[in-house]
């Protein structure tokens, strides 16, 4: 260090040491960085949280207008054909369901897509649900007997094999 970095009281011959305006600039330039990391970090993950609230917000309500169309025992064209309903924030859902047919017996692999416009904030959201539907009344009775004859034949045959 030199000279002028250094004070000397001749009375106590204690040294101090004081800070340059360099090493002052630079560890205000570092507190300051870390400032701006902590804040950005700060603020993505709250962000990160509000989007993953409103996501789980968009679930809950897909959910529960699942239950509440599947309550309601439409018909396959009213189901395939979808609506819009208000929801508890003001906002509005619009619904479609897409139908198909599995190999289980009056059973139908549904997929319900939600259109979500929010009323408090420009933000809309979609959402697809996929259940799988017991409804007797929306086969065709000749593919229902057809399933189950093939039902029926398997059944039959897998019977024959376990009978010595």
Same mark, same amino acid.
């Given at each position: 260090? =030199?000279?002028?970095?250094? $004070?000397?009281?001749?009375?106590? *011959?204690?040294?101090?040491?004081?800070?340059?305006?360099?090493?002052?600039?630079?560890?205000?330039?570092?507190?300051?960085?870390?400032?701006?990391?902590?804040?950005?970090?700060?603020?993505?993950?709250?962000?990160?949280?509000? &989007?993953? =609230?409103?996501?789980?917000t968009?679930? #809950?309500? @897909?959910? &529960? !207008?699942?239950?509440?169309?599947?309550?309601? #025992?439409?018909?396959?064209?009213? /189901?395939?054909?979808?609506?819009? $309903?208000?929801?508890?924030?003001?906002?509005?859902?619009? &619904?479609?369901?897409?139908?198909?047919?599995?190999?289980?017996?009056?059973?139908?692999?549904?997929?319900? =897509?939600?259109?979500?416009?929010? !009323? =408090?904030? +420009?933000?809309?959201?979609? %959402?697809?649900?996929?259940?799988?539907?017991? @409804?007797?009344? &929306?086969?065709?009775?000749? +593919?229902?007997?057809? %399933?189950?004859?093939? #039902? *029926? +034949?398997?059944?039959?045959?897998?019977?024959a094999? /376990?009978?010595?």
């Open positions: 260090m =030199s000279a002028s970095h250094r $004070v000397v009281n001749p009375m106590r *011959m204690i040294v101090c040491r004081r800070f340059t305006l360099i090493e002052t600039l630079l560890a205000l330039a570092v507190f300051g960085l870390a400032a701006v990391v902590l804040t950005t970090s700060f603020y993505d993950a709250q962000r990160a949280l509000e &989007w993953e =609230s409103r996501s789980l968009y679930e #809950k309500m @897909a959910d &529960w !207008a699942v239950d509440r169309i599947l309550e309601l #025992k439409l018909d396959r064209d009213a /189901m395939e054909k979808g609506d819009r $309903v208000s929801t508890l924030d003001g906002g509005k859902l619009d &619904w479609k369901a897409t139908v198909e047919e599995t190999r289980i017996l009056d059973c139908f692999q549904v997929t319900f =897509s939600f259109a979500f416009s929010a !009323a =408090s904030d +420009d933000e809309d959201g979609a %959402l697809t649900v996929n259940r799988l539907v017991y @409804a007797p009344t &929306w086969s065709e009775a000749r +593919d229902r007997a057809a %399933l189950l004859k093939e #039902k *029926m +034949d398997r059944f039959e045959s897998r019977k094999r /376990m009978l010595p």
